[in-house]
């Protein structure tokens, strides 16, 4: 999908901007690959968050393509494109669908990262594939959280199943399943609240949302989405296996890369919990969610730039 390569591109022009620089500042300068350039390959690596483990690969690989043909022709930045689609599922696996009829997506992570506009732009992007979609608003506790659903529901066309704030979510969750049967809709987009990864009762309440729409729909949820905030870097990392542990993630979903410099922590999500990136936010826009695609990525991310 050229289009999608071009879009990766424009969002990750931080994080882009700042490897090309350094990469080219590293190969210009030393006539040869010395350990000094190695370990300032290292740092450029670590410091887009691409995780030890796939720069240790890098850096392992360059060093390898040198010892082999030296430093003519040698480009690092084809060898690191390389090796980071190489490592990563190579498309992403795209939305799961219930067969035997509704399938409910539920929307996990802590505040602030982008949940309630990843459900809106999901459900806009199930209605253009003539996918009808249900919103449920179950973050009751933020004020404004339910408006805040509201207002994409009338923007997008998106009918939005509520309940008063304070109430309980997972009757709003059992409310809205019962909604969307009804409707005979696709999808149930569930909108949950913010919810830090370590506060132990807020991860029960998310699982007893869960176990109520498992009651009431077999297989509920069919899909468990955790929204990460890609500036939060590496932090990303440790929210995943903690809401990994109290409620079985599918897939995930990587928002703010345009606003990063560190958006090779996509990379290392993926290459250390081997769980699936879906979707990818690119923006505030409800166009700016794309399905993740792990070489458009890999090229977009290494891509020689003009800086
Ligand atoms: N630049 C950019 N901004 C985004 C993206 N996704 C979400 N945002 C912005 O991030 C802010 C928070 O988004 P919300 O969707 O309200 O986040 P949330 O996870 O629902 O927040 P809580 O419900 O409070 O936990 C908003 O200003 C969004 O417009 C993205 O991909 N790129
Ligand atoms: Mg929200």
């Keep these: 999908m050229p289009g999608l390569f071009q879009k990766f591109k424009a969002a990750l022009a931080k994080t882009g901007d700042k490897l090309s ?3 080219k500042r590293i190969v210009t300068r030393s006539p040869r690959l010395t350990g ?4 300032e390959l290292e740092a450029a690596l670590l410091g887009a968050d691409l995780g030890t483990a796939m720069t240790a690969q890098i850096v392992a690989a360059v060093k390898r393509a040198f ?10 930045f084809e060898i690191a494109s390389r090796e980071v689609s190489q490592s990563l ?41 003539k996918q009808p979609a249900v919103l449920a608003a179950c973050d009751t506790f933020r004020a404004a959280a339910i408006d805040q659903l509201k207002l994409w529901g009338t923007r997008l066309h998106v009918p939005v199943v509520a309940g008063a704030y304070g109430a309980d979510p997972a ?9 969307a049967l009804a409707a005979k809709a696709a999808y149930l987009l569930v909108d949950t609240a913010g919810r830090m990864h370590t506060k132990h009762n807020l991860m029960q309440e998310l699982q007893k949302i869960h176990r109520v729409m498992g009651r009431q729909l077999a297989g509920a949820p069919h899909e468990t989405l955790l929204v990460l905030d890609a500036t939060t870097g590496m932090n990303a990392l440790s929210q995943a296996r903690e809401f990994h542990k109290s409620v079985p993630l599918t897939g995930l979903v990587v928002t703010k890369l345009d606003g990063t410099s560190k958006g ?17 936010g690119l923006g505030e826009q409800p166009d700016d969610l794309q399905p993740f695609d792990a070489q458009d990525f890999a090229r977009a991310l290494f891509e020689i730039r003009e800086t």
């Excluded at 000094?36 to 370990?39: C, I, R, V």
């Excluded at 090779?264 to 990818?280: M, N, R, S």
Aim: charged residues 15%; hydrophobic residues 45%; aromatic residues 2%.
């Design 21 to 23: 620089h350094e990469l």
């Design 36 to 39: 000094e350039s190695l370990d």
């Design 67 to 76: 010892e082999s043909q030296g430093k003519s022709g040698l480009d690092v």
């Design 89 to 129: 599922a190579a498309v992403s696996p795209g939305l799961r669908k219930n067969p035997a009829g509704l399938t409910v997506v539920s929307i996990v992570g802590v505040n602030g990262t982008g949940k309630t506009t990843t459900t809106a732009k999901l459900a806009h992007l199930l209605t253009s594939q």
């Design 171 to 179: 009757a709003v969750a059992h409310d809205a399943i019962a909604a």
């Design 264 to 280: 090779g922590v996509i990379v290392a999500i993926q290459k250390e919990l081997g769980i699936p990136i879906k979707f990818v």
